[in-house]
Structures are given as structure tokens and as C-alpha cells.
């Protein structure tokens, strides 16, 4: 049979895992390709990530955009080229990115890369019959962030597939038990689901 073809597109390794790992973990009938856009020459994040896709079974690339601390926003011709030259230039069955409103408060290169994908997407840039947006909110820093029940497609997982998502933040990622990574790791995963870019763009 022939498996579903996916790109996963966030700004971080481990944005990979934390919000949309379980769902990857769960879909064995998924060909998941993962791009992240930061970090390729950080000397321990980048083998981190690959470790990572090895756990998740996906392949993938990873960029090396601008990720300081003080999150100057990217140019958006430069984010987006980075995208595309990152990517398989295939049409995928699904895309899964990052909300234009982040999955917490706040990380501005979250919020760029998933305002970037929907544009790519609206544009007929990026070729895709559906796109998930990670549907997470953190009650403007009042807690860890939650996957959004009404959101439209919500996956608990189960304890084993759970645990192996921990296990990718905490023994290959490195995140201490009491870290934010560490806490936040939900053990449901939460998306809004989209089939008509038009949809998207008047959603957020």
C-alpha cells in the first residue's frame, strides 16, 4: 500500500517531537519528511534532530536561519526560499507547520514559519491536498501549553507512544525532567485541519 506522504515544517528541533511527534509516531502507514529551518550549525541540536527522525522514522533536512535570542524577524523572501530549497519539491498528501498565533506566548519564529507555510500554500508554492496547524495555547504564559479541545482533529496518545515521545525530548533532546520542553511534552496532540487554502488564510 502506499504510504501517505508528509512534511512536518517547524522553526526548532524539537518542535518536531513535541508538537506533532506522537501523531508521526502513531501513522506507520505516513512517509513523514521533516524540515526544520534553525540550528544546522549548532553543533548539538543538529545530531540531536537527526537521532530524533531516526526514533520518529522520517527523513528530513535542517537550515540554519537565525535563531538568537532576541528573535529579529526573518525576511520573508529569505524564510520562504529556505522553505522551499529545504523541501522536496513533491506534492504531499498533508503539511503540518506551526500556527500563525504560536503554541505558546511567545515565539516569533513559530509564528513566521507557520504564517510563511500558509502563504507558501495559498500561493501554490507548496504543493499539499491538506494542511494541520498545531492547535496548542498556553493561557497567555498561565501554564504549559494544552492542545485546544475544539480544535477539529485531537489524538490522545497512548502511554507507550507517549513515552516514546518523552523519551526523544529527554534522552535524545536532552531536556531536564523539570524543564519547560520536558513539562510541556502534551500527551494529546491537537490540529486544525484545512483542504482549501482560502479557508486557512480567513481562519487566522
Same mark, same amino acid.
Given at each position: 500500500?502506499? /504510504?501517505?506522504?508528509?512534511?512536518? &515544517?517547524?522553526?526548532?528541533?524539537?518542535?518536531?517531537?513535541?508538537?506533532?511527534?506522537?501523531? &508521526?509516531? /502513531?501513522?506507520?502507514?505516513?512517509?513523514?519528511?521533516?524540515?526544520?529551518?534553525?540550528? /544546522?550549525?549548532?553543533?548539538?541540536?543538529?545530531?540531536?534532530?537527526? +537521532?530524533?527522525?531516526?526514533?520518529?522514522?522520517?527523513?528530513?533536512? &535542517?537550515?540554519? @536561519?537565525?535563531?538568537?535570542?532576541?528573535?529579529?524577524?526573518?525576511?520573508?523572501?529569505?524564510?520562504?526560499?529556505?522553505?522551499?530549497?529545504?523541501?522536496?519539491?513533491?506534492?504531499?498528501?498533508?503539511? &503540518?507547520?506551526?500556527?500563525?498565533?504560536?503554541?505558546?506566548?511567545?515565539?516569533? =519564529?513559530?509564528?513566521?514559519?507557520?504564517?510563511?507555510?500558509?502563504? @507558501?500554500?495559498?500561493?501554490?508554492?507548496?504543493?499539499?491536498?491538506?494542511?494541520?496547524?498545531?492547535?496548542?495555547?498556553?493561557?497567555?504564559?498561565?501554564?504549559?501549553? =494544552?492542545?485546544?479541545?475544539?480544535?477539529?482533529?485531537?489524538?490522545?496518545?497512548?502511554?507507550?507512544?507517549?513515552?516514546?515521545?518523552?523519551?526523544?525530548?529527554?534522552?535524545?533532546?536532552?531536556?531536564? +525532567?523539570?524543564?519547560?520542553?520536558?513539562?510541556?511534552?502534551?500527551?494529546?496532540?491537537?490540529?486544525?485541519?484545512?483542504?482549501?487554502?482560502?479557508?486557512?488564510?480567513?481562519?487566522?
Amino acid at each position: 500500500m502506499k /504510504k501517505k506522504t508528509v512534511a512536518i &515544517i517547524v522553526a526548532h528541533p524539537d518542535d518536531e517531537t513535541l508538537w506533532a511527534g506522537g501523531v &508521526i509516531l /502513531k501513522h506507520s502507514d505516513w512517509k513523514p519528511f521533516v524540515v526544520c529551518l534553525s540550528r /544546522k550549525s549548532d553543533p548539538d541540536r543538529a545530531p540531536k534532530f537527526f +537521532k530524533a527522525l531516526q526514533m520518529l522514522k522520517a527523513d528530513g533536512r &535542517i537550515g540554519d @536561519l537565525d535563531d538568537a535570542p532576541e528573535q529579529i524577524p526573518l525576511n520573508e523572501n529569505v524564510l520562504d526560499e529556505t522553505i522551499l530549497e529545504l523541501l522536496p519539491s513533491i506534492p504531499f498528501d498533508l503539511i &503540518i507547520s506551526h500556527s500563525p498565533a504560536g503554541e505558546y506566548t511567545r515565539h516569533i =519564529r513559530h509564528e513566521e514559519t507557520g504564517k510563511a507555510v500558509i502563504s @507558501l500554500w495559498k500561493n501554490g508554492r507548496l504543493h499539499a491536498n491538506e494542511l494541520w496547524i498545531f492547535a496548542y495555547e498556553d493561557g497567555n504564559k498561565g501554564y504549559c501549553p =494544552r492542545p485546544l479541545k475544539s480544535a477539529d482533529i485531537n489524538f490522545p496518545l497512548s502511554l507507550e507512544i507517549w513515552r516514546k515521545k518523552y523519551s526523544i525530548i529527554t534522552e535524545i533532546y536532552g531536556f531536564e +525532567k523539570n524543564s519547560f520542553e520536558a513539562m510541556t511534552t502534551p500527551r494529546s496532540e491537537s490540529f486544525w485541519q484545512f483542504s482549501n487554502p482560502s479557508e486557512v488564510i480567513d481562519f487566522f
